[in-house]
């Protein structure tokens, strides 16, 4: 499989430079949809300026950065394209990496459940064949190389990239077993956007597995491997934080970077769900409105972590969906990457029921986003509600899709132990209903 | 004999060139007081505030003022006059093309040669102030701008309706003490005056020039803070006051200057008094460096020129006096007067080094480098170093 990998990545680099050198750069680096003012590239140049002058990066609300963003950026700035390239290629390497570690593993897995007979009689065409999993890894990859959101992403040279990267990382370190370095990804990931926190429970749940310690809280083997894992994950974000200390010599970084994601002061539009209400809401409400936006994002882990404790790889990707769904500033890079998984539940595409729906949806508000921005700020014949009706839309697909596999997923388990034809008491065909 | 006449003749000699000697001597002792008011040109600047006929008499004030400034010297092209309302040609007034100062139509002040340069509207705080600024658009012509260097003295009279702090332009806007206060600053920075002489005659026109922080001010005011300004008389036949008592008496005391005339500042403090005026008239003299004794009405309402003619050729070796200090204030060290410095030449000329840029400081690429290593080595264990090195 490198054959067919190296000329994707190729493929991948040429269109990305190619449009690095065409004059779309600029009108991609502009885009609402594309940079946030979390992640746009503006604000990384304006904030490595700000420390050239000597003055603190932070001063001005404008560079909300880590740290080690500035270091890594202080260093690479007349680079950064190739930066951003890279960037995208080791997030595609290690995603294929990882559904490959991860197709063995279900596969072994299948193997033994069907060795011990765990499977009813007549689900012999649910099952996976090494044949159809073939091409998943590099399917994948391609997902992710190929889709036109994270070429937006990375043309605008979008930090989004490097958290893409740094998120597939840890799924790659998690899917290998090593759980030093997951831990410390993991941190890593949190550093850069506090998000991935929610990631701690699915990447917890395949240790456990891996490890085969039963999920029980009474269990102490339980408790033990969790505080290992958690003093790993903690002790990293510690020392990862006291460095981001060092590098500048204050803790400016804390309220601008975490401060900023936590109260969304920054209402400029994007993709996301926060800007229209907050930019209407009287402002004694504006703290319960953002704990409770805040919340939604972290509440979803445990009920999921509940219902899918067998299938943690699966509950990555679902958390992925949630969290570029429900964070303060989204961008379309977050969205490529929960879709670069899709290919790997593909085995699922007869128990979807909203294909056309859920395409449809996202083909036409990804078409609507710039025609309704240019209709709101430039022509001046529509307002922000119709932007926000197709940020509404766009996250109500997003969620369907999510909604959808979900469905799809766990019905298939349930066919695989129940069977594939189900039938009522009285005999009747049965029907499946996700409550 | 012959020695007697030898020393008559030397001395009548010595006598005869020491005639011109010691009328040279003369003139340079007199040419230390041409130099002594330190100005070389002079102008006028003439507002009058207030509109509508019951205000005749502010325009009428205005126009006697221009009058005794043109009498004793000052041209057109060195004067700025601005009227906000036209009286003479008033559909109230009974008498046409008149602007009369005194009862009895004794005297007209609007006369056939008045050159108004900002009439009616345009009378506005804003082109005051960018006249004393010479903050004007390019297109502004000559006669509507103060072009006054730093070797002017300047006169500025305002006349209108006023209160605490403030003077009252065409009935809808107002201009502050401080705003003025802060124009001449402006105009001192840009050396457009050397000295200036500020009248004003309005209700409360002390609390106008309290403000003042400038050097080389000397400021008149026609009342206290407090108090009003009262005008003169009615005139029966026109039906307005047609003066103010302030003026009234100003131009009274400068119909007797003459441009020869040594009447210096101090009697021009004493015009007026409460007993003519009702009102207490007001001066400020402490920004002024010279002594008002020694200032001439003619340094500033007349364009005097100090031409001497001589056909012998003077010396003026000996320094040129310096102005005659203050009485009284001998104790207290005045210190010489010093332009802002507009242009940082030092600095210029002398560029500063180009900023280094930020560097990481090295604790922290070393921390950072050596906990990735140890991760790195953690992960993969010592013992696949060998198959590295």
């Known amino acids: 499989m490198a054959a067919p990998l190296t000329l994707l990545l190729i493929v991948a680099v040429t269109i990305r430079a190619v449009l690095f050198r065409s004059s779309l750069a600029e009108l991609i680096s502009a885009r609402v949809e594309v940079v946030s003012p979390l992640n746009a590239w503006k604000r990384v140049v304006e904030g490595l300026a700000l420390l050239d002058l000597g003055v603190s990066p932070y001063s001005g609300d404008v560079f909300h950065e880590t740290p080690l963003m500035i270091y890594l950026f202080h260093f690479t700035v007349d680079y950064a394209e190739i930066v951003f390239i890279i960037a995208d290629g080791i997030t595609a390497l290690a995603l294929y990496l990882s559904i490959q570690t991860y197709n063995k593993d279900v596969f072994r897995k299948q193997k033994y459940a069907l060795e011990s007979d765990r499977y009813s009689a007549d689900c012999l065409e649910l099952l996976r064949s090494p044949k159809e999993m073939f091409y998943i890894p590099l399917k994948v990859a391609m997902f992710y190389l190929l889709n036109p959101f994270t070429i937006l992403s990375c043309v605008a040279k979008s930090t989004c990239g490097l958290n893409n990267a740094i998120i597939a990382l840890f799924i790659f370190c998690t899917l290998k077993g090593s759980a030093l370095l997951s831990g410390i990804l993991l941190a890593l990931a949190t550093y850069q956007s506090i998000y991935p926190l929610t990631l701690f429970a699915p990447a917890l749940l395949f240790f456990l597995q891996r490890l085969y310690i039963p999920v029980n809280l009474r269990r102490s083997s339980f408790w033990f491997f969790t505080l290992q894992y958690a003093f790993m994950y903690v002790g990293s974000l510690v020392v990862i934080t006291g460095l981001s200390f060092f590098l500048l010599g204050s803790w400016d970084f804390i309220p601008s970077v975490y401060g900023f994601i936590f109260s969304v002061p920054d209402l400029t539009p994007n993709i996301g769900l926060f800007w229209y209400f907050f930019a209407e809401m009287f402002e004694h409400f504006r703290l319960f409105f953002s704990c409770v936006f805040q919340i939604n994002v972290f509440f979803y882990t445990i009920p999921l972590s509940i219902k899918l404790k067998e299938h943690p790889v699966f509950l990555i990707f679902m958390q992925i969906a949630i969290i570029s769904i429900f964070k303060s500033y989204p961008t379309v890079g977050d969205v490529a990457l929960y879709m670069a998984f899709l290919p790997a539940w593909s085995h699922l595409y007869r128990f979807l029921r909203n294909i056309f729906l859920v395409s449809c949806v996202l083909l036409a508000c990804s078409a609507l986003f710039p025609v309704l921005w240019h209709l709101w700020i430039y022509a001046g014949s529509a307002n922000s509600n119709f932007y926000y009706a197709i940020t509404l839309l766009f996250n109500f697909g997003q969620i369907l899709l999510v909604a959808d596999y979900f469905y799809a997923y766990l019905r298939r388990e349930h066919h695989l132990t129940h069977g594939l034809y189900l039938k009522k008491k009285d005999g009747t065909e049965a029907t499946l209903v996700l409550k | ?389």
């Open chain 2, 1 to 389: 004999m012959n020695y007697c006449n030898l020393i008559t003749i030397f001395a009548f000699i010595n006598l005869l060139v020491s005639i011109p000697h010691g009328y040279s001597n003369y003139v340079e002792t007199k040419a230390g007081q041409f130099f002594s008011s330190g100005h070389t040109n002079n102008w006028a600047v003439l507002v009058c505030t207030s509109r509508f006929w019951f205000n005749y008499r502010h325009v009428a004030n205005t126009l006697s003022v221009y009058r005794s400034v043109k009498r004793l010297g000052i041209p057109d092209s060195h004067i700025v006059l601005m009227l906000a309302d036209d009286m003479a040609c008033n559909y109230r007034n009974p008498k046409p093309a008149t602007v009369f100062s005194h009862k009895n139509m004794e005297l007209n002040v609007y006369g056939d040669d008045v050159e108004v340069d900002y009439r009616g509207y345009e009378v506005t705080v804003e082109n005051f102030l960018r006249v004393l600024t010479g903050r004007l658009p390019p297109s502004t012509p000559r006669s509507k701008r103060l072009l006054s260097d730093d070797r002017s003295n300047i006169l500025i009279y305002l006349t209108g309706h006023g209160g605490n702090g403030f003077l009252k332009f065409q009935d809808s806007e107002e201009i502050s003490n401080m705003e003025l206060a802060d124009a001449f600053e402006q105009m001192w920075q840009k050396r457009r005056y050397n000295e200036l002489l500020f009248i004003i005659d309005t209700c409360q026109g002390a609390s106008m020039y309290e403000r003042f922080y400038s050097p080389n001010l000397m400021a008149l005011a026609s009342s206290q803070v407090g108090e009003d300004s009262l005008s003169h008389q009615p005139d029966l036949g026109i039906g307005v006051h047609l003066m103010d008592k302030y003026t009234f008496y100003l131009l009274e005391f400068l119909e007797e200057v003459h441009p020869a005339s040594q009447a210096n500042m101090n009697d021009l403090f004493k015009v007026c008094p409460q007993s003519q005026c009702v009102s207490t008239p007001g001066h400020r003299t402490d920004l002024f460096q010279r002594d008002p004794g020694s200032v001439l009405i003619t340094d500033f309402f007349g364009s005097v020129r100090k031409v001497e003619i001589t056909k012998d050729t003077i010396n003026l070796t000996s320094p040129v006096e310096p102005p005659i200090k203050r009485s009284g204030s001998s104790d207290i060290q005045i210190e010489s007067l010093t332009y802002v410095d507009q242009l940082p030449v030092a600095e210029i000329i002398h560029q500063k080094p180009k900023q280094k840029d930020w560097h990481p400081p090295d604790g922290f690429i070393l921390g950072l480098w050596t906990l990735i290593l140890l991760v790195f080595f953690q992960t993969y264990g010592i013992k696949h170093l060998k198959h590295i090195f």
